[in-house]
């Protein structure tokens, strides 16, 4: 059913989301940026995930104003700085998933609100973005992750996938064709599927293991496949998922976009169940704790069952309500924008492309 506010049956109320978008906008500054916790440092990925939740909670003006702010610190490359604290670019080089991820952020908002003049005014600042990231393109697919970092990061990537076929939707709506950016996107699906060993190593992060289902390029058997292959590593039955797994530490973010990858192969069940028990996170105020340290024998820790840091930071919030409106397609109510992790509203999937990587493109073209 498609409602104002989402909810989830016996999870999560249209009130509670809205008190979660509330605890997004108590941290927007005044300019419009959102920081990941007051006064601390802003990225324009965490920025834009938040502004999302501020729209799908119901708090248009906050979310708008968010996406205002955005072109202002845009770097003349199509980039934006990596870090921002306190509207000031501190450290200033562009980075490839963060400056896709507006386009992902402008397409979820046509969706919600169909306003096609605000689309038209922000859509130069997010071409010259996307223009940035697929200069960065490497020989087998991947994305670097900086200009002057000559490495592709797999959660970055898998984030961009999902931004390309964003921007393409974008691009059809205004009816300015990017056929550059269809082409890139073939080639990163492939490496997304086929080559995620030439990524740089991160996997002690739980979001290399999930992220190529989130951002869609590795669905259906496949991105069950995946997401089996390390289930029990990763995810601490009645916590939620490990940020890494060196540490025993669960978080809400991670365990809400973990939810979302499972919606996005049909595992609506075991989201439910995820999303039911990360729960315990919620503050009074509707906000959310990063995450929880739990007593474990595997990992010797001198201060247990605790929350940590101390702090509700936006992105979480953030993460919880996107989550909640993805579910709640099946389980409640949710928004236009619900399937936007889904894909089921973006470009459809590109044409796979192998070229440079050694494959063949007429065997890669079989798995597309």
Request: charged share 20%; proline share 6%; with cysteine.
């Amino acid at each position: 059913m498609r409602v104002e506010i989402p909810y989830v049956d016996g999870v999560l109320t249209p009130a509670q989301i809205a008190a979660t978008a509330g605890s997004i906008a108590r941290a927007q500054e005044s300019s419009g940026a959102i920081p990941w916790v007051p006064g601390q440092h802003t990225d324009i990925w965490n920025h834009v995930e938040a502004a999302m939740g501020l729209l799908v909670g119901g708090l248009v003006e906050e979310a708008e104003a968010a996406y205002d702010w955005i072109p202002s610190l845009q770097n003349a490359d199509g980039s934006w700085p990596m870090k921002i604290v306190d509207g000031v670019a501190v450290e200033t080089i562009g980075e490839s998933n963060m400056s896709a991820y507006f386009a992902v952020g402008l397409w979820h908002h046509w969706l919600i609100r169909r306003d096609r003049a605000f689309v038209e005014r922000l859509w130069p600042s997010v071409r010259a973005g996307l223009d940035f990231v697929v200069g960065l393109q490497l020989p087998f697919g991947g994305i670097a992750w900086t200009p002057r970092d000559p490495f592709a990061l797999l959660t970055g990537s898998s984030s961009i996938y999902q931004a390309l076929r964003a921007g393409v939707a974008l691009a059809d709506l205004i009816d300015d064709p990017q056929p550059e950016w269809e082409i890139v996107g073939g080639r990163l699906g492939h490496a997304l599927r086929h080559h995620r060993d030439a990524f740089e190593d991160k996997s002690h992060h739980s979001m290399d293991w999930y992220y190529p289902v989130l951002g869609g390029a590795v669905v259906g058997a496949a991105g069950h496949e995946l997401i089996a292959s390390r289930w029990d590593h990763f995810v601490r039955p009645g916590l939620g998922a490990l940020c890494v797994d060196t540490n025993p530490w669960v978080t809400g973010a991670e365990t809400c976009e973990l939810v979302m990858a499972l919606d996005n192969i049909g595992d609506h069940r075991r989201g439910l169940q995820l999303l039911t028990e990360m729960q315990y996170m919620r503050a009074e105020d509707g906000g959310y704790w990063t995450g929880w340290v739990y007593e474990s024998p595997e990992y010797p820790n001198p201060n247990p069952n605790a929350f940590w840091p101390e702090e509700h930071s936006t992105f979480t919030a953030a993460a919880v309500i996107l989550a909640a409106d993805a579910l709640g397609e099946r389980y409640g109510g949710s928004t236009p924008g619900s399937g936007i992790m889904r894909g089921t509203s973006l470009a459809a999937p590109f044409e796979e492309l192998a070229l440079e990587c050694g494959c063949e493109t007429s065997e890669a073209s079989q798995h597309a």
